[in-house]
């Protein structure tokens, strides 16, 4: 996969070229300079800076008090994110995969979620999970699983992923700055993905999609890693005159429904790309909601793309033939388009 | 009983309803607090159960009748700003923390003027102002939520204490030793208060846990205690060393109160599992009784005080059963509010 | 809701009018008889009965090693499934509630599902998870969830759900005997429904679904409880000359899309009905899959009915409006039917 | 240790390199196989690692190189028919049980003719057919499910016993607590192996457990030892006790192995968390080294028997990688086969 930075809506300051990781990591030293509140706690977030050193050098500079190591035990990490946000601090708790959050599902689901509401909402819990999800590392069945849709379907979370290194700031920046919980969801293999930062202070807020490309003909929905597969796809259809428009959703939920129907009812087409596996995955709830929504303005079906339905193989050729890659993605906007072009 | 162990296990000497001078570090207003509290569980309950026999409200009852001297002792011993996770059986730590019978009436009715407007019944009753982070259906769940508690506590060196209330059945589940052994690990000021009321639902205590409880304090290397539940002066002398401990910063305490509910497991439950002596047996232990006993005895307080406070608690009794009743029902399009932080 | 007993399916033999509870506890005795190596494991299964009664009086009839009852340990109990049928054991494994299976996700979703997968093929796990769900019970937040759609997006599982005592009796039968991990998810508000049963041995197969009721004008995919809102939804728009056909899908995964399909085809209006969040609930697949695969024979759009998106309130009046009820699926019937009739 | 520990904690008099007997119990067959299984490991992963700097594998590599001794030991005190789960350091584990090299390079290169047809890797080589449950990605996840063939075994009366192979950084886990406390409410033949290799990643085993883990066998009721896991013997001793126990129906036993990964966490792993002089102080100790002085002392076995293993190992290990390398990829058209039972 290039290294895409598409930046639709970067605004015109000076900016640097920065890893998505670094973005991410400036996100968390700036609020924590911020507000003293704000912590981070997880899984070798400290000596070890993080699996995939997002939170390396924090620990030197923060002390263990503001980066605090936990032993492996996933359901007591959101627990210290629960407890520590409803008594006035500001955690950032993170699990090292994913997929560890299993373990942790009814301290996330049951309580911090419902939290809020089942003690009539009076609680406040201003807690943000980071949690790197997807495929394409060669990490196998439990370490590169992409289950945000099991997330997005529980009241009470916010759910949210980036793109690109100026989004993963400005969302991650959001998030901790809410009131609420949110997860936000970072893709794996973009952490080493280079783009352009501005170096002031901004802001990405939870809730509003991104059009990463404009075009005519037919919309790409999509959100994360897959947001490059679709711009890579329209670049590649363009040259055969293809005008295809990416709409990088960025959060889940709440779910930005205006900007994705303006743009189907600009092209008539929709495709939705997901890295999860297809079925029952949240590119079904986008699916739904356009041709809920918007069923008289489509010229086709809504076509859905995502992942095979099987765990995510060790060996190379079955795991990068799992997910959704830019050929599948092509594929699948022309038989969007079938009978026109 | 560990090593560590604050407080004997052994009972203390003197006999049952004594209390080993324990009574009197204790004020005549703290005395008189304790009573209230302990009554209050108890007659809200009572109450409680009349009105869902009269069908008057739904839901999942679990009483703590019986058991009211752990949550009162416990939070006797505790500052205002300290906090609690509770349980399933949470009336009685909501009461002991300070909340008022009218609005936890309100919220078993299920009406707006609830604490959780309606939408937490039972099982879910907390006022967070008092520092009641939350009932919990989900047993054990409240435990590493206390130790995240506890852990901003250390963090924002608030001088604050955790306590989490669990049952003898959340000592089996994973969120009991992974919140416990993050909290020693970190050395975090919480205190750990299972109470082993022999049941968890028709699942005998001993069968539930390989071994006791109390027996776990090594396995974290914190102190652990194993103490007679139904002794009001045996729990607070307990909790007050642990309390103080961890608010000095020496870490947390792992404490196992031996009580019995004397109800059923909820206020549907009518199983056969438990023997009527064995009923008998704990109901002649009434932490109550033995209380008031003991007092009684120090000539500390007399007839007049004791039937001020229920005299003072039939009043609120009956005040809360008709403010619940009164109470409007919350309405439809309060459904989606209170979900997010707008 | 009035107690529905429509069996379009049920063969025309002797039969009996039991309890669904009755009849989920005759499917786990007859195959205990069958095969030895079957075995239930769970909380309070043995002296108690089962929170819902199911395994009322089979502790008394086959001992403490057929009926195994488990210590408060979601996780243990879902490893004690795995490694059991690992080994040559056949468990039923039974989550109190399914609102704890959250406890459990990681060995359900990261060792159950994927062990067979992971390992080359060479594993199988007969091994089946009993979990009540849903709302109307004044249970609250914490008791009432409907998850389903968690576990239908994870390959590697079946998961199964029935709307009457027959179906419930005949999958569970089909369940104990796949060779696959299943999950059967029993609605709690009709475990005392009662309905016709036959004397003998019967199956009901796992990936079938069921039309409730035929009709012509719009189609209600829906399962388990839901079923009796559409029956009644049906009944009364009959009287309107309006002609619903109801659609119980059964089983989640694997999802029987042709059945749907057929349905949709002939009435072209579906209405997707699920008592779960509506929002990424597993109505979105359905729904994503007619639009999708039966786009020209589509007069309107796939309509989907949900609950709320709030946790379950306990109060009756919010509880009630907080999932859908009867007037509901009329509702969106005649929306579906908009300009119609 | 607890009181109730098998085997000493304070090590085995005579010394270091001495077997205190139990080389005498084994047979010049067993010291043959334990030194082929020990060897094989290690020169599997050295084998591993050249292939994954040479880029002929990807993904997160684990090395047991310098622990051998505990699943060695372990496997050697098994029955073939016994059952174990192991970890995301699993080869070791793997190998003990009996596996071929060829079908684990394989594995390891993602090819067809791996045990895992190329979908499981390093982090999940297992030979199910071998009583191998399953090395694991999930730290602490194997224990409920070796409770789970446990039970199993109980309930069919086939007189297997299972072994749960975890490291220090499972102690913390939720799993590890519900998993040996369901075991031993249940007396369950199993065994809890932990291999405490002194680090999980880089957070030190006595920072992610408040306590040592062998404390914890008072917690459940059932005995546990802490040994010395790079003394072949001490572990193979303290192993038998607990199968044997096991076997015998008397429940679970909890064996904390002190060991150490002369690796870094993963092949890429290059951080800075552990001294120079420690890792050397444990090179120090290698148990392969120890297990042949302590052999060639008793002169049960003499230098050609060791060469002749040693040449059988290097003519497998080349079979192994050229069998692997001349392996097929597999074709996407499996991508979806084997995730059910058709
Ligand atoms: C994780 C979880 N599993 C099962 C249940 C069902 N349940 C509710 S209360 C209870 C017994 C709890 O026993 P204990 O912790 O001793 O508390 P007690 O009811 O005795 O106060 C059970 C099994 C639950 N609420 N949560
Ligand atoms: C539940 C879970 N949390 C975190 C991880 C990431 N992780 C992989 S190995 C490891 C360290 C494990 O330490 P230990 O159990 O001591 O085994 P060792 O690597 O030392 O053999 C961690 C944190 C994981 N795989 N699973
Ligand atoms: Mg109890
Ligand atoms: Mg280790």
New interface residues.
């Given amino acids: 996969m290039a290294v895409t930075t598409a930046q639709a809506s970067a605004p015109e300051t000076a900016t640097r070229e920065i890893f998505m990781s670094e973005a991410l990591r400036e996100a968390i030293d700036e609020e924590m300079t911020r507000d003293p ?1 704000v ?1 981070v ?1 997880g ?2 977030v400290g ?2 800076g993080g699996a995939y050193a997002v939170t390396q050098g924090l620990l030197e500079k923060w002390g263990p ?2 980066i ?9 990490i ?12 500001r ?1 950032i708790a993170e699990f090292m995969y994913s ?5 942790a ?7 911090a ?12 819990l201003p807690l943000t999970y980071r949690a790197p999800f997807g495929a394409g ?7 590169t699983q992409s ?1 945000e ?2 997330f ?5 979370l ?1 759910v949210i992923t980036a793109s690109t290194p100026y989004d993963a700031k400005g969302l991650l920046k959001s998030a901790i700055r ?3 919980v949110v997860i936000m969801f970072e893709h794996k293999a973009i952490y080493a993905m280079r783009g352009h930062v501005p170096e002031g202070e901004y802001l990405v807020p939870i809730g509003v999609a991104d059009v990463k490309r404009e075009g005519d003909d037919v919309s790409v929905i999509t959100y994360a890693r897959q947001t490059h597969h679709a711009l890579e796809a329209a670049e590649q259809l363009a040259a055969e005159g293809i005008s295809v428009e990416v709409v990088d959703i960025r959060s889940l ?1 709440p ?1 930005d429904t205006d900007t994705i129907l303006r743009s189907v009812r600009k092209t008539h087409r929709a495709v939705v790309l997901y890295e ?2 297809r ?7 986008i ?2 909601q356009i ?3 918007a ?1 008289d303005d ?1 010229d ?5 793309v995502g992942a ?4 995510v ?6 795991e990068q ?2 997910f959704p890659g830019t050929a599948q993605v092509v594929e699948s906007i022309r038989q969007s388009l079938k009978g026109v072009y | 009983m560990a090593e560590q162990s604050p407080v004997s296990t052994n009972g203390r000497a003197g006999g049952d309803d004594a209390s080993n001078g324990v009574l009197e570090q204790l004020s005549d207003d703290q005395l008189r607090w304790i009573y209230l509290i302990m009554r209050r569980i108890r007659r809200f309950e009572e109450t409680a159960e009349e009105a869902f026999r009269a069908a008057k409200m739904r839901g999942a009852l679990h009483f703590y009748i019986g058991e009211e001297a752990t949550a009162t002792g416990v939070c006797a011993a505790l500052d205002d700003g300290d ?1 609690i ?1 509770s349980t399933h059986r949470g009336h009685g730590h909501c009461i002991a923390k300070g909340a008022r019978m009218d609005k936890m009436m309100a919220e078993l009715f299920g009406r707006t003027t ?4 309606g ?2 019944g039972s099982m ?1 009753i ?4 008092l520092g009641n ?2 009932a ?3 047993v054990g ?1 409240g ?14 060196k ?1 001088g ?1 204490v ?1 306590i989490a209330f669990f049952g003898d059945g959340a000592g089996p589940t ?2 009991f030793h ?2 416990v ?2 909290a020693a ?2 050395n975090l000021p919480a205190v750990f208060v299972c109470e082993n009321n022999q049941y968890g639902m028709a699942t005998h205590a001993d069968f539930a846990n390989a071994a006791a409880i109390h027996n776990r304090g090594p396995a974290y290397g914190i102190p652990s205690a194993s103490i007679d539940g139904n002794d009001l002066f045996e729990v607070y002398a307990t909790a007050k060393k642990a309390i103080d401990r961890a608010r000095r910063g020496e870490g947390p305490t792992l404490i196992e109160s031996r009580t019995y509910r004397h109800k059923g497991h909820t206020v549907l439950d009518q199983k056969n599992y438990r023997t009527k002596e064995e009923i008998a047996e704990w109901v002649a232990r009434d932490p109550i009784e033995r209380f008031v006993r003991a007092v009684n005895e120090s000539e500390r307080l007399d007839e007049d005080d004791f039937q001020a406070i229920d005299g003072q608690i039939e009043r609120e009794i009956e005040h809360a059963v008709a403010f619940a009743e009164a109470s409007p029902w919350p309405t439809v399009d309060v459904i ?6 707008e």
């Fill in positions: 509140t912590f706690v899984e070798e000596v070890w008090d503001r605090v190591d936990t032993p492996i035990a996933e359901a007591a959101a627990g210290l994110g629960i407890g520590a946000a409803l008594t006035g601090s955690p997929d560890f959050m299993g373990i599902m009814d301290q996330i689901v049951n309580q979620a419902k939290n809020r509401y089942m003690f009539g909402g009076k609680a406040k590392t060669g990490n196998a069945a439990q370490h289950l849709a099991w997005a379907h529980v009241p009470g916010k809410e009131d609420n939920y779910l999860a596996v079925f029952g995955g949240f590119g079904a709830e699916a739904s041709q809920e929504l069923f489509l086709a079906p809504v076509l859905r095979a339905h099987a765990p193989p060790f060996s190379e050729p079955l033939a799992s | 906090f996770t609830g604490y959780c407007g939408k937490g879910h907390a006022d967070i102002e982070l939350g919990n259906g989900i769940a435990i590493p939520i206390a130790t995240g508690a506890a852990l901003g506590s250390k963090l924002r608030d604050k955790t994973g969120a992974e919140g052994n993050v690990t970190m989606e509010r209170d979900v997010y932080v």
